[in-house]
């Protein structure tokens, strides 16, 4: 009985240990379902207290926060370090978790809650210089004493929030991954601003284009991927005057002009994120007003990667979205003017090859001797595991991401080995000034001041103003460089190929109320050749861009509807452009019964990307297949090698039906234009009656297409799951897979001025909220929601659900 007796203790003891375990993916049990603490204190109440009044340590004054039906909040404070404390304390209680795990990706301490899988990622980001960026950043925003009373009000709110919660009331995915919220630091701003750089200009094709270079030579590279493409719309309007002098642009080193000119011994991409935004002069618009839009297009995730906001305090009253963990609107207007950014694509990420002195990596030959490296020792926390700790080496360029090889894991393929890292994040900036100054501007030399502070991520900020001015300025800290300096990897030891300065700030391109009514950004090229500096090589497709000056340049007397109708609009300018070429390449000859119906189908398609368009799965397929046949052959599609763009594919089509890379090298017979087009036709044809079986329904573009919206952690359940959606990647309406418009906005100004806007999903990052998708099906549908922007306080409106006034203690 004894021994029974103490097996059972054991047992007893062993099972509330493993019920209080976390194991791998799963969390504990017993703390996940305890009725106390556990998930089931996360279901909210449909019932809005009206009325609340808290009482904080810290507030220099009142603060009222008004919240609207679907939870936006409206706040009014006496001074800016109120204001800044409540915006970090409100978006602190709807997005907690978010906040936390984005800066935990960014500074490499995912591992610390997630175990050894994390590992990769969190070296990969500490060995990019993720946090010495945002150390670098800090230093220079807490010199402006306006960013550090913002950085630090902001930092105060959200403690204030996490000092005040019980365990019960931490989110759902603390509990899931069993670990709890630790206190808000200000470098955690800076660190989410580094992780926009990292998404928006954290990616180089230099090596793609070296491998490409080293086994074609520099005649065939020099065609294949040439520095301005056959069709562009650029942003800045073509034929615009420079009104000023440029700066001598940099001598190319004598390395890069050997490597694009002399022959080489031979030696053995999915469409990016982008985004839309474009202004219209009140010339064009029924109010006489101009009208602004913006939609930018990045990962659609639950909770969105924006959270909606209107901040007023003395010398403020702005309304748009903020990034959870970084104070001010980033995208949104005032009562005088509205702006918004899409990506640039600066070349602002750059890598040099380093050549050590010997295995110590203490010192690198550059300029004829050898220099000192600095070391950062990185030590990572690992759950379950001991510490790793690794050792970074810095050059004058930036880090060694991978001293050799052996260090560089598989998926990381794209980075050079023994190459330096210069990085534009990895600067001293203050980026968070300029939202600071565009939420307080007023006209447009205010705007253009506001842009003289900001650095990375380069973007086109589109700008309308209550004075009747439209702008749009390609912005950030650009370096001064020699034409296609970073194009490849570059010689590390040779001084010219250093970074040479930065293109003045009032020579940034710039255009303002242009003769035709409008200005538009869509990813693609800046300018036109005619621009004297170099910004890069390679931008978005134009056909975005080209689609939405056609509509624009149509319009007369546009209305908000009308910005909305165009932010839906899903023509496709790539089918206008290549569809008639491949029709006529068919050989109707080698077409069996079922692909001439197929055909006939894209014969009569309206080369509209709709959700009910047949035309539209076909074309995709086809156009993807076409692709793949006329480069894979030569470079392979395992992304060692960059390929040639969708314009130069469509000019290969459309000017050089003869030329050699029709030719499938793999094969005994020579191919031509008409062949490629047509296998790939018959390819396409069989692959989708094997897939969706006849054309019917299955064949529909919403349904053939992968449209989702996950959870920003991939948990199961916690997202939108897969719908049935209009659009593709270079129309209009970019959505497709899980990326797409993740905020929809129109600003109509006048005396009032109006917006309008909408995200996937809700404010709420609870999923036992009822505001964690309730703005979902709008936005699925297409349209925008009037945003309420109140001008006091104490304004009455039927939308306002629930008051909380903040007082000191």
């Known amino acids: 009985?004894?021994?029974?007796?103490?097996?059972?203790?054991?047992?007893?003891?062993?099972?509330?240990?493993?019920?209080?375990?976390k194991f791998g993916d799963i969390p504990a049990i017993a703390v996940f379902l305890n009725p106390a603490t556990g998930f089931w204190q996360n279901s909210e109440s449909k019932h809005v207290i009206k009325e609340k009044e808290l009482k904080m340590k810290g507030l220099q004054g009142?603060?009222?926060?008004?919240?609207?039906?679907?939870?936006?909040?409206?706040?009014?404070?006496?001074?800016?370090?109120?204001?800044?404390f409540a915006q970090g304390y409100v978006t602190a209680s709807d997005r907690l978790w978010q906040m936390d795990i984005q800066t935990r990706?960014?500074?490499?301490?995912?591992?610390?809650?997630?175990?050894?899988?994390?590992?990769?990622?969190?070296?990969?980001?500490?060995?990019?210089?993720?946090?010495?960026?945002?150390?670098?950043?800090?230093?220079?925003?807490?010199?402006?004493?306006?960013?550090?009373?913002?950085v630090n009000a902001y930092t105060e709110g959200i403690n204030t929030y996490i000092h005040g919660l019980w365990k019960r009331d931490y989110p759902i995915e603390f509990k899931l991954l069993d670990y709890e919220p630790e206190d808000w630091k200000p470098i955690n701003c800076a660190l989410l601003l580094k992780l926009m750089s990292e998404t928006l200009a954290g990616g180089t094709d230099a090596p793609g284009m070296t491998n490409?270079?080293?086994?074609?030579?520099?005649?065939?590279?020099?065609?294949?991927?040439?520095?301005?493409?056959?069709?562009?719309?650029?942003?800045?309007?073509?034929?615009?005057?420079?009104?000023?002098?440029?700066?001598?642009?940099?001598?190319a080193s004598a390395d890069f002009i050997n490597s694009i000119t002399e022959p080489l011994k031979h030696q053995e991409r999915v469409e990016g994120i982008g985004s839309n935004n474009w202004a219209i002069a009140g010339s064009k618009t029924a109010s006489g007003y101009p009208i602004l839009a913006n939609d930018p297009h990045l990962n659609l995730t639950f909770p969105s990667i924006w959270y909606q906001a209107q901040l007023s305090a003395p010398g403020i009253n702005t309304y748009g979205v903020t990034i959870p963990g970084t104070p001010c609107v980033i995208i949104g207007y005032n009562n005088r003017i509205s702006w918004g950014e899409t990506n640039v694509a600066a070349d602002v990420l750059d890598y040099y090859t380093i050549k050590f002195k010997d295995g110590s990596h203490a010192q690198y030959w550059y300029n004829n001797q050898w220099k000192n490296t600095n070391k950062r020792v990185e030590v990572i926390k690992i759950r379950g595991q001991q510490d790793l700790v690794d050792t970074v080496y810095y050059t004058h360029h930036g880090p060694v991401v991978y001293e050799s090889a052996a260090k560089r894991p598989a998926s990381r393929a794209d980075v050079p080995v023994s190459a330096a890292a210069r990085w534009i994040a990895h600067d001293r900036s203050e980026d968070i000034l300029t939202f600071y100054l565009l939420n307080r501007a007023k006209n447009y030399a205010d705007y253009r001041e506001a842009l003289s502070h900001y650095t990375a991520p380069a973007q086109n900020f589109i700008f309308a103003s209550a004075d009747k001015d439209i702008a749009i300025t390609v912005n950030g800290k650009l370096p001064l460089k020699f034409k296609d300096q970073g194009k490849f990897i570059l010689?590390?030891?040779?001084?010219?190929?250093?970074?040479?300065?930065?293109?003045?700030?009032?020579?940034?391109?710039?255009?303002?109320?242009?003769?035709?009514?409008?200005?538009?950004?869509?990813?693609?090229?800046?300018?036109d050749p005619s621009y004297p500096y170099y910004?890069?090589?390679?931008?978005?497709?134009?056909?975005?861009?080209?689609?939405?000056?056609?509509r624009l340049a149509a319009m007369q007397k546009a209305t908000v509807d009308s910005m909305r109708d165009l932010q839906n609009d899903t023509y496709s300018i790539r089918a206008q452009d290549a569809l008639p070429a491949l029709l006529s390449n068919v050989d109707m000859?080698?077409?069996?019964?079922?692909?001439?119906?197929?055909?006939?189908?894209?014969?009569?398609?309206?080369?509209?990307?709709?959700?009910?368009?047949?035309?539209?799965?076909?074309?995709?397929?086809?156009?993807?297949?076409?692709?793949?046949a006329v480069w894979f052959d030569e470079f392979g599609d395992t992304g060692e090698m960059m390929l040639p763009s969708q314009d130069r594919t469509v000019k290969l089509l459309l000017k050089e039906p003869q030329s050699k890379w029709f030719d499938n090298i793999k094969t005994k017979a020579v191919e031509t234009c008409r062949d490629i087009v047509t296998e790939s036709f018959t390819g396409t044809v069989?692959?989708?009656?094997?897939?969706?079986?006849?054309?019917?329904?299955?064949?529909?573009?919403?349904?053939?297409?992968?449209?989702?919206?996950?959870?920003?952690?991939?948990?199961?359940?916690?997202?939108?799951?897969?719908?049935?959606?209009?659009?593709?990647?270079?129309?209009?309406?970019?959505?497709?897979?899980?990326?797409?418009?993740?905020?929809?906005?129109?600003?109509?100004?006048?005396?009032?001025?109006?917006?309008?806007?909408?995200?996937?999903?809700?404010?709420?990052?609870?999923?036992?909220?009822?505001?964690?998708?309730?703005?979902l099906k709008t936005w699925q549908n297409g349209e925008l929601k009037p945003l309420l922007f109140l001008q006091s306080p104490t304004e009455s409106s039927t939308r306002i659900q629930s008051t909380i006034t903040l007082s000191s203690k």
């Open 1 to 21: 009985m004894k021994v029974k007796a103490l097996l059972s203790v054991i047992f007893t003891l062993i099972l509330i240990w493993a019920l209080e375990t």
């Open 62 to 84: 009142k603060v009222i926060i008004r919240y609207d039906e679907n939870m936006v909040p409206h706040i009014f404070a006496e001074n800016d370090h109120d204001l800044y």
């Open 105 to 150: 990706s960014a500074s490499g301490r995912l591992s610390e809650i997630v175990g050894p899988k994390a590992l990769e990622v969190d070296r990969f980001h500490r060995r990019m210089g993720m946090v010495y960026g945002a150390e670098n950043s800090l230093n220079e925003m807490m010199k402006d004493p306006r960013i550090a009373t913002m």
């Open 212 to 251: 490409v270079l080293k086994k074609f030579g520099p005649a065939i590279t020099n065609d294949l991927f040439p520095d301005y493409p056959m069709r562009e719309e650029p942003i800045i309007p073509a034929g615009t005057k420079w009104d000023f002098k440029a700066l001598p642009l940099p001598k």
């Open 491 to 527: 010689d590390g030891s040779d001084p010219a190929n250093d970074w040479q300065g930065w293109i003045p700030t009032d020579q940034n391109p710039s255009a303002k109320n242009p003769a035709r009514g409008f200005l538009s950004s869509a990813n693609q090229s800046s300018t």
């Open 535 to 550: 910004i890069n090589w390679s931008f978005g497709p134009y056909e975005r861009g080209k689609r939405i000056n056609d």
């Open 589 to 628: 000859g080698r077409l069996n019964g079922n692909q001439q119906k197929v055909l006939k189908l894209i014969q009569r398609w309206d080369k509209h990307f709709d959700a009910n368009s047949i035309g539209a799965t076909i074309f995709n397929t086809w156009w993807v297949k076409f692709y793949g």
């Open 686 to 775: 069989d692959s989708l009656m094997r897939k969706f079986g006849e054309p019917g329904k299955a064949w529909e573009w919403g349904r053939a297409k992968n449209t989702h919206i996950n959870h920003l952690a991939n948990l199961d359940g916690f997202g939108a799951g897969q719908f049935i959606a209009d659009g593709t990647g270079t129309t209009v309406n970019a959505l497709i897979n899980g990326h797409g418009p993740s905020w929809r906005m129109v600003v109509q100004m006048g005396p009032k001025v109006q917006g309008y806007g909408i995200f996937p999903g809700g404010q709420s990052g609870n999923p036992g909220s009822l505001y964690y998708d309730d703005m």
